[in-house]
């Protein structure tokens, strides 16, 4: 075992290994043109795969998911069978491989964060189990796989520094790459491509959530499903990079498709989590002299991207966008209270507006969990934000900083709007979250111990 360990050539057979394999799989795929033999080969090779290198595997999903979506909307569109279950094996299967590997290498002790997460989830189950759909409980808490693969995970700070890097490289080549498709493309090849596998588009055309009142241009969206989420996820962006980066240029880079996606809850998100960062780090010059750029910045875009009529909708409060925000979660706390033990996921849509009877059904998080699973549920959910906001503001890394800064920000955005059903964004937000977590309970027991050692010494 040692000799093959030791020996140069074994990753690259065992490299080798691996692409013969899946080779040969896609080469029966074609000549039986079905996937009854794909499927046993590839599951295998992903199995070995996560089980050697769930670290690596992990990285791996996690730089894939700003374009997941369009890849599997791209293999639907030119007619590759089975889509719907690769993105399932590409993503939450092998999550929660990694999460088990991980539990069993690197052990798990819960935290307040943890337990507050369990009561919400298992209270919207039983909820569930009387009125409600299985596929809405799982779209709804989809982001406790990335938050638990987060907790069982832990890195180096060689590792860290490469994720945070890689992050916004990522983020910012995506942003670059969406604003061909705004300035160059415009919206019809998104459109062809929605009508194509029926998705977010309403009446032949791109969703309105594409658009915006006072602007004329098209939302930039990336390899994102949609404006929102790719705001989001350049939010998050933003916050690694300033915690772990200092060239301004990929900071540039995200800024612009911030600002092209036209969102709203992910400007505010932003807006209240950097300077939190930056307080906390003390870097309140660095802040300033950046926030003065981006304030210029921001203000010779205008004209560019047309957004004077948008900004004056919005401050004037004549944008039925904003108004519809605030009227959702007026109605979704009447709801909520009309309705203590929830009306169950089937009745509330988080995917869109509809109407029920002379209730208008919203897309703001606070309100519909209360909404749809009960009053408790909700308190649940918040109470796990806040002690998991309590347990990192104790957390003095780099990682405990821009995990409670993506933390702040997404419950600012869930404001707003409904993120937890994106799984992509999902993995990029809840994760890190997860492992500032573990990474701060690891840290306190390893302080403890020279401490308990000092006693035992010294009575």
Known sequence: MNQWSTNPLALPLRVSGVVFVLTLAVSLSILSRSLLLVVPIAAAVLFWVVFRHPTVALAAILAFMPIDFMAIALGKFVGFPHMTLVSVCTKEIPLLLIAGILCLRNGFKPAAPDWFLLACFLLACVRTMFDGTLVGLVTDFNFIVPYLVGRMTVITQQQEQLWARCAVWIAGALSMLGLIEVFVWGEGPRTLL?????????????ASSFHA?????????????????????????????WVYCRNPIPAAMIGTGLVCS????????????????????GQTKRFFLYATLALALFAAAIPVLDLSDFLLFSKTGQDPSAEGHQEQIARGLTYA??????AG??????????????VTLFETTYPYVASAY????????VGFLASAGHRLWRVQSQLGHTALGILVGMSVVMIFTLPLIDRRLGCWAWFPIGLAIRSGIDTARVTRLPQRQTIMENP
Not at 262 to 281: D, N, Q, Y
């Open 345 to 358: 996921n089937s009745k509330l849509s988080p995917t869109g507006f509809k109407q029920q009877g002379n």
């Open 194 to 206: 929605y009508l194509a596998i029926d998705s977010e588009t309403e009446g032949d055309q791109l």
């Open 374 to 381: 009960g009053i408790v549920v909700a308190l649940c959910f």
């Open 213 to 241: 009142m006072g602007f004329s241009g098209l939302r930039e969206a990336a390899g994102m499903i949609g404006p929102n989420g790719f705001g989001a996820l350049c939010m998050v962006a933003l916050i690694v990079w």
């Open 337 to 342: 209270a009309d309705h203590p033990f929830g």
């Open 262 to 281: 036209v969102t709203r809850s992910a400007w505010a998100g932003t807006a209240v989590a950097i300077p939190l960062v930056a307080i906390l780090m």
